[in-house]
C-alpha cells in the first residue's frame, strides 16, 4: 500500500459515496488507475464494504451508552450463548471482548434513561451467564472514525 492507496482510503473514509471521477480528482490521478486501485484494495479486504451513517436521534435513538459486562463463567459455551444472543440486539452498535476487570465492553443506541432501562431490564439481564453490568452515558462525541488510515 502506498500513499496514493492511503489517500484513497482517506477520501472513502470521509464520503463513501464519491463517483470514481470525484475520487480519481482527489488524489490526483485519473479515473482509469484510481478504479483499478479501488478494485484492488477490496478485492484484497482492505476496503470491506461501503454503509450510510444513520442519525441516531433521528430514529429516536438519541443516546450512546457503554456498558462493561462480566461474565459468571468463561467457558466456550457460555460465551458463545452470551455472543450470539447479543448480535441479535438491534440496539447494540459494537461489542467487543476485552482483557480487565469486565469480560465485554457493549456500546448501545438507546432512547433516553427509558430506554436503557429496558435494554438492561428486558434484554440484557436476560443474556445468559451475565454476573454484573456497569454503564456510563456518553455526553458528546468529541471523534468519530470507523477505521483509521495509517500515514
Known amino acids: 500500500m502506498d500513499a496514493i ?3 484513497i482510503l482517506r477520501a472513502l473514509a470521509r464520503d463513501g459515496r464519491l ?6 480528482e482527489q ?3 485519473s479515473p482509469s488507475p484510481c478504479w483499478t486501485r479501488v478494485r484492488r484494495l477490496e478485492a484484497a479486504g482492505i476496503i470491506k464494504g461501503y454503509a450510510a451513517l444513520l442519525d441516531q436521534a433521528a430514529l429516536g435513538l438519541p443516546d450512546t451508552v457503554f456498558i462493561e459486562v462480566m461474565m459468571e463463567r468463561h467457558d466456550e459455551d457460555s460465551l458463545r450463548r452470551f455472543e450470539a444472543t447479543v448480535l441479535a440486539i438491534p440496539e447494540v452498535l459494537e461489542c467487543h471482548l476485552v482483557t480487565g476487570e469486565y469480560d465485554y465492553v457493549i456500546k448501545a443506541a438507546v ?6 432501562e429496558r435494554l438492561l ?6 443474556l445468559p451467564g451475565v454476573r454484573h453490568t456497569r454503564t456510563s452515558f456518553a455526553l458528546r462525541c468529541l471523534k468519530r472514525e470507523l477505521s483509521p488510515v495509517p500515514e
Request: aromatic residues 8%; hydrophobic residues 30%; without cysteine.
Open 5 to 7: 492507496d492511503r489517500k
Open 19 to 24: 463517483t470514481n471521477a470525484e475520487l480519481a
Open 27 to 29: 488524489v490526483g490521478l
Open 111 to 116: 432512547g433516553g434513561t427509558a430506554g436503557y
Open 121 to 126: 431490564r428486558d434484554r440484557l439481564y436476560r
